[in-house]
């Protein structure tokens, strides 16, 4: 994010959903289709189909960014700073077995496998926008549940005011972790984000574990990431293995990187200006024209209101 903006995009790289799958997967899916209303299948290894009713309240209308280019056109700086990094190199990463830990001031800390914690929760696919700071869009079918569900679980202490995810520390899976790795990054490890209690138990925020009807890919964060859409993208933290419930605003990567460039609440706000860029309009990937950036990126209806007596200006 601080090192440079993205090329274009030619205009066939938005693509019918019906179109997402191989011949294959949706053969191999054919099983999951079984399922009744309101269950999902258990989560099996990256690429492979995962079923779940699309939540169509919470869902954008419009045709979902191309697959191809959701995945190969990436920002996941474990991997590296070039968006064709994360697609090229994310094969190290080994998302099963996988643990999260959900701790701090909770009544009930658990550490959960993550098979565990997606059975328990019934998925949901969600169609929302992706507003990345850089200036460009997607729109992704995310499959996943709200935060809120495990939260609820875990029974937040009336002291816990902000949740901080933690994502992977391991630089034998992660080329950029390792010291003196080739390539520039501003950021510390393990990438760390947050979001204040309120925000984090808003109906809108997911635990992603599938896109575009399968589980989810290496370089979009498997086994498990965050999505908050209507903050910057960066905000959504991939492949997490920690949610603790804490008392202070936690020190998150972006921040600590750039102060003066990325705030902690991050939402997406076309009247503020990163300074060396308007953040007033975005490059849907697929699309020719630039589009006007909407406030909250389109979700001022439902989350402006977490805001209210705020100057967001000042809490960028
Ligand atoms: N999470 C981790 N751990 N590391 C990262 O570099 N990049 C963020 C966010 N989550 C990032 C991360 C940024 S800048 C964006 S825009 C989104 O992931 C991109 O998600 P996508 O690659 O699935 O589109």
């Known amino acids: 994010m601080l090192i440079r903006r993205a090329e274009r995009f030619t205009a066939n790289d938005v693509t019918d959903p019906a179109l997402y799958l191989t011949r294959r997967e949706l053969m191999a899916g054919a099983a999951a289709l079984t399922l009744l209303p309101g269950e999902s299948a258990a989560a099996p290894p990256a690429g492979a189909p995962l079923k779940a009713a699309r939540t169509a309240a919470l869902s954008l209308a419009e045709a979902p960014t191309k697959f191809e280019s959701a995945t190969t056109y990436n920002n996941f ?73 495990l939260l609820k679980r875990v029974e937040p202490t009336g002291r816990a005011k902000f949740v901080e995810l933690t994502t992977l520390l391991d630089p034998a899976q992660f080329p950029a972790q390792r010291p003196g790795f080739f390539g520039f990054s501003s950021l510390e490890w393990p990438y760390v984000e947050g979001l204040r209690l309120d925000e984090a138990l808003h109906p809108l925020t997911l635990l992603a574990v599938g896109m575009y009807g399968q589980v989810l890919p290496n370089q979009n964060g498997a086994p498990i990431r965050l999505v908050v859409p209507w903050k910057y993208g960066f905000k959504s933290a991939k492949s997490i293995v920690r949610i603790r419930l804490v008392a202070e605003q936690p020190k998150v990567a972006w921040e600590k990187a750039a102060p003066q460039e990325y705030g902690f609440y991050s939402n997406v706000n076309p009247a503020v200006s990163h300074p060396r860029w308007s953040q007033a309009t975005e490059r849907r990937i697929g699309e020719f024209r630039r589009r006007a950036t909407l406030p909250f990126n389109g979700y001022a209806d439902q989350v402006a209101s977490l805001y209210a007596g705020m100057d967001l200006k000042k809490h960028y």
Not at 117 to 123: G, M, T, V
């Open 77 to 149: 700086y474990e991997f590296g700073v070039n968006k064709d990094d994360p697609a090229r190199l994310a094969h190290t990463l080994k998302p099963r077995p996988w643990a999260v830990q959900v701790d701090g001031l909770v009544h009930k800390p658990k550490t959960y496998d993550v098979e565990d914690l997606i059975r328990l929760h019934p998925l949901e696919e969600r169609v929302y926008a992706l507003r990345c700071v850089e200036g460009w869009s997607m729109v992704i079918p995310w499959i996943g549940f709200p935060l809120a569900a």
